[in-house]
């Protein structure tokens, strides 16, 4: 019903910039809360940013609060993730996410019903 495409990962060095994108289909993208998580093998995926559906409340976690900025642009249907400040803690495939039952942002990850196929994001000390 909603694909989610990545795109923009790679490797970069501590202190750089990363900016992610991920390209949702569907008229109703405009209705779903989204989500960017990221995972490393053997851990659980985390949150990594959240925005509501009209983009006008957003949340992060401290680990990334001031680094990393989400956005979306609904007349285009994607949402953007900012990556500023990296460090080889962020190292992780970072996955976007949507919610269709609800507008609001949930920081609670079996929330999120759509899921992309990730991006790798690999940053060096």
């Known amino acids: 019903q909603v694909q989610l495409v990545e795109s923009g990962g790679g490797l970069v060095q501590a202190g750089g910039s990363l900016r992610l994108s991920c390209a949702a289909s569907g008229r109703t993208f405009s209705r779903y809360a989204m989500g960017w998580f990221r995972q490393d093998p053997g851990k659980e995926r985390e949150l990594v940013a959240t925005?509501?559906?009209?983009?006008?409340?957003?949340y992060y976690p401290d680990s990334v609060k001031g680094r990393f900025t989400i956005s979306r642009d609904n007349t285009k249907n994607t949402v953007y993730l900012q990556m500023n400040s990296l460090k080889p803690e962020d190292t992780a495939v970072y996955y976007c996410?949507?919610?269709?039952?609800?507008?609001?942002?949930?920081?609670?990850?079996?929330?999120?019903?759509?899921w992309g196929q990730g991006t790798q994001v690999t940053v060096s000390s």
């Open positions: 925005i509501n559906a009209s983009g006008s409340s957003t």
């Open positions: 996410a949507a919610d269709s039952d609800r507008p609001w942002a949930s920081i609670v990850v079996r929330d999120y019903d759509y």
